[in-house]
């Protein structure tokens, strides 16, 4: 049985947020290679898919105990009932905590009173926190927005999730109408965190360890997501930051070079085809691969290569083939 809860977790609190087609068990385990300490989240998974035992979607949330804790199934959906089942699935399967999406602003998601649609629902977002604490013994957490289109009503909507039994909420700095344009507003996310005793994490263009550290303000901790993407050593340094870490005491995984990278990346591609068989395995790897050469000389080359590679044994052949750089 899992001894994990929010409110005990070091603080700041650092998670990879949970983000679809990224965050899969090789994307986690990279992750916590470079900073251990990081709560790493699944993928966002159906409750009616895992109510009816869906292969895929039961597939997605194998985990490593050993190499992903703590670890966290984020679900979503809208029928409390299916909430209840899926939550017993995730429990016994040995997940450490369950958190609820009311956040994503996705045109399929929302379209189907799932996701952020669940903010203009107060009532059905807190009983679907209730139903799901209910059923298991593991902590539930709720990950939501500042709002559908201002930040007017995310102090009792929160509240609300708080009083059905969420033990940690996690808000991304922007409404639903503004998807992921303009700028995260941490405002009123600090404003939240004056109202409320469970731990509040924010979320919202975290970029950088100077990022994460100018933001965290009265927060428990941040939650970094696309920054990751082809960039995981970014958790390294954002750690470190908010720990005060002295930067000598971390050489083992402080990563300064592209040639310091490979080693990491052809790991990455080794966990993915251990998880997933070489072909799948392969054919998701090449996004994360192009990421991975951003910015380098020859990039566009590279990437060319890379978005056609079959084996691990190719990654590793194009990476050493590049100049010292």
Not at 38 to 49: C, G, K, Q, R
Not at 125 to 136: F, P
Not at 186 to 209: C, M, Q, T, W
Not at 248 to 273: G, L, N, S, Y
């Amino acid at each position: 049985m899992t001894s994990f809860s929010w409110s005990a977790a070091p603080r700041p609190i650092v998670c990879l947020a949970p983000m679809a087609g990224v965050t899969d068990a090789s994307f986690r385990q990279i992750i916590k290679r470079v900073a251990p300490q990081v709560v790493v989240y699944s993928e966002f998974l159906s409750t009616d898919a895992l109510k009816f035992g869906a292969k895929k979607t039961l597939a997605m949330m194998h985990f490593d105990p050993a190499l992903e804790r703590p670890f966290i199934v984020q679900i979503f959906g809208k029928k409390p009932e299916h909430f209840v089942e899926a939550a017993k699935v995730v429990e016994q399967m040995g997940a450490d905590g369950i958190d609820i999406n009311m956040g994503c602003p996705a045109a399929r998601v929302v379209s189907s009173s799932h996701g952020s649609a669940l903010m203009k629902n107060p009532e059905l977002a807190a009983q679907l926190v209730a139903s799901t604490v209910k059923a298991v013994s593991i902590p539930v957490s709720v990950k939501t927005r500042l709002g559908w289109d201002s930040a007017e009503n995310l102090i009792p909507f929160c509240e609300k999730l708080i009083e059905s039994g969420a033990s940690a909420l996690a808000v991304h700095g922007r409404t639903f109408m503004q998807k992921f344009h303009g700028t995260a507003d941490f405002e009123p996310i600090y404003e939240l965190k004056r109202h409320v005793r469970v731990p509040v994490i924010g979320n919202g263009d975290i970029r950088s360890a100077a990022d994460a550290v100018a933001k965290l303000g009265n927060l428990d901790g941040i939650m970094v997501g696309r920054a990751t993407f082809g960039n995981p050593w970014v958790m390294t340094e954002i750690c470190d930051a908010l720990q005060r870490v002295d930067s000598e005491k971390m050489q083992t995984e402080h990563v300064k070079t592209f040639a310091d990278k490979i080693p990491f990346i052809i790991e990455h591609c080794r966990f993915a085809v251990a998880h997933k068989g070489e072909r799948r395995g392969m054919l998701e790897m090449r996004r994360h691969l192009a990421s991975y050469v951003k910015g380098i000389p020859g990039a566009a080359e590279l990437r060319a290569k890379l978005v056609r590679v079959e084996s691990v044994e190719e990654v590793e052949n194009i990476l050493r083939s590049i100049p010292a750089l």
